[in-house]
């Protein structure tokens, strides 16, 4: 990937699509690409093909015959489309592979996947691309160390300050830290919405800010107009649903739902932790 972040981007257009969550967007402006440069047209088709695989379009790319250089997308695609096959997939996979930024960000995204957040960080120091920082500050904000995803954000900003990747990732340390930068969080991603239109990353990340700030009417809202069904979205409708008393049968539907598309997903484990702890102290109660 270029580093020449300043310089006249022909790949504007295709990346800035796939960090606002607009997929579609960002495979058309890939077929529309007019370009000569072979490392642009590669990185063009590394954004374009993992477009693809946040549409769970899997086999679209199981069935290409891609380059060499994205064969870590394969991968990639492999190892969300086949359950069966991670754990042949995670004894295979290179975590010396620092050849190229795309095999780093695509096994570092495997192991966040997996909950092995060392195993990604070991990858993530060999990179310094925006979005492989990116990762890094998503990682640590998983762990909760907010101290460490601040340094790397104002490593961001000093790189690039106005690149929109850079400016989602101030927005999601501010909701993490859930102090007195809720609203300048709030008022950088609506500032994206006006430039770029609505997407379901910016309409979750918003809603996380309401939610955060227990403007919970408004954040349902948003999330039933324009955030889709990823599992952000039932996530945080899960606790909108909770806090407004939407009632048992609604909760357990989307609960169902994020179950069957991400039954190892962190949240479900924290839920299902303290599922077991309240039966826990119930079953005490009882035989008191």
């Known amino acids: 990937m270029s580093n020449a972040d300043s310089e006249v981007d022909e790949l504007f257009d295709v990346r800035n699509s796939y960090y606002l969550g607009n997929y579609q967007q960002c495979i058309k402006e890939g077929q529309r690409l007019k370009a000569n440069d072979s490392k642009v047209l590669l990185e063009k088709d590394f954004y374009v093909w993992r477009s693809y695989l946040a549409q769970k379009k899997y086999k679209v790319v199981l069935e290409e015959k891609l380059p060499e250089e994205l064969s870590c997308v394969k991968i990639l695609a492999e190892y969300f489309s086949n359950p069966s096959k991670r754990e042949s997939i995670l004894a295979v996979l290179d975590q010396e592979n620092t050849s190229s930024d795309f095999h780093i960000i695509c096994s570092a995204s495997i192991y966040i996947e ?23 500050i ?39 830290n859930n102090g007195d930068k809720l609203s300048e969080a709030y008022y950088t991603l609506q500032d994206l ?44 409708n899960m606790v909108a649903a909770g806090r407004l008393g939407k009632g048992t049968e609604m909760y357990n539907r989307i609960l169902s739902q994020l179950q069957d598309v991400r039954p190892k997903g962190k949240f479900l484990e924290s839920y299902e932790e303290k599922a077991q702890d309240f039966d826990n102290l119930v079953a005490i109660y009882a035989n008191k």
């Open 193 to 236: 919405i006006d430039k770029y239109g609505t997407t379901p990353t910016l309409a979750n990340a918003q809603a996380a800010v309401l939610l955060a700030q227990e403007k919970f009417e408004e954040a349902w809202d948003i999330l039933q107009d324009n955030a889709g069904d990823s599992v952000d979205t039932l996530v945080n």
């Open 114 to 136: 997996e909950g092995n957040y060392e195993a990604a960080l070991r990858l993530l120091n060999f990179g310094s691309h925006l979005e492989i920082i990116a990762l890094r």
């Open 138 to 176: 998503h990682t640590y904000l998983i762990m909760y160390r907010t101290d460490l995803a601040l340094k790397e954000l104002k490593l961001m900003q000093d790189r690039d300050e106005d690149n929109t990747l850079t400016q989602l990732c101030s927005a999601w340390v501010h909701i993490a």
